[in-house]
């Protein structure tokens, strides 16, 4: 078989079971057209995971410095009276810190991000929908 037989079936073959088809506004001025929704955003899910990653970083804010002064007193006090452990101890309470503070970063990120996702995500719909309904668009589509 050639290349371009090969071609002709393959394409042939791969829309076999392929069809279109467009959505519309539904003449009542209704939400959107056709059949069942592919993509959705739950507004509760949205909420509830920004609510938990809002939580978060209450908690780890408070939680997360509990043991600062002590291992930074420990560090110093040891690192004077000649231990090495000293040093050892302040580097880990630094990594902490740097840790502590992406993860808080993240957390914010996450809250703040879904946040927005969800507002944005209303006002989209709505602008998408005032646009269909006063577009003459729907006139061709029906």
Same mark, same amino acid.
């Given at each position: 078989?050639?290349?371009?037989?090969?071609?002709?079936?393959?394409?042939? +073959?791969?829309?076999?079971?392929?069809?279109?088809?467009?959505?519309?506004?539904?003449?009542?001025?209704?939400?959107?057209?056709?059949?069942?929704?592919?993509?959705?955003?739950?507004?509760?899910?949205?909420?509830?995971?920004?609510?938990?990653?809002?939580?978060?970083?209450?908690?780890?804010?408070?939680?997360?410095?509990?043991?600062?002064?002590?291992?930074?007193?420990?560090?110093?006090?040891?690192?004077?009276?000649?231990?090495?452990?000293? +040093?050892?101890?302040?580097?880990?309470?630094?990594?902490?810190?740097?840790?502590?503070?992406?993860?808080?970063?993240?957390? +914010?990120?996450?809250?703040?991000?879904?946040?927005?996702?969800?507002?944005?995500?209303?006002?989209?719909?709505?602008?998408?929908?005032?646009?269909?309904?006063?577009?003459?668009?729907?006139?061709?589509?029906?």
């Amino acid at each position: 078989m050639s290349f371009d037989q090969e071609w002709v079936s393959t394409r042939s +073959a791969s829309t076999v079971n392929v069809s279109m088809r467009l959505n519309q506004v539904e003449p009542s001025g209704g939400g959107g057209g056709g059949g069942g929704a592919d993509l959705g955003v739950n507004q509760d899910q949205l909420g509830a995971l920004g609510s938990a990653a809002f939580k978060l970083h209450g908690q780890l804010s408070a939680d997360g410095k509990h043991a600062e002064a002590s291992t930074t007193e420990a560090g110093t006090t040891m690192t004077v009276n000649g231990f090495q452990t000293g +040093a050892a101890i302040g580097t880990v309470q630094k990594t902490w810190t740097s840790q502590l503070k992406t993860l808080l970063d993240a957390c +914010a990120h996450i809250s703040n991000h879904l946040d927005y996702t969800s507002a944005s995500h209303v006002n989209e719909e709505k602008d998408i929908q005032t646009a269909f309904r006063t577009s003459q668009i729907t006139e061709f589509l029906k």
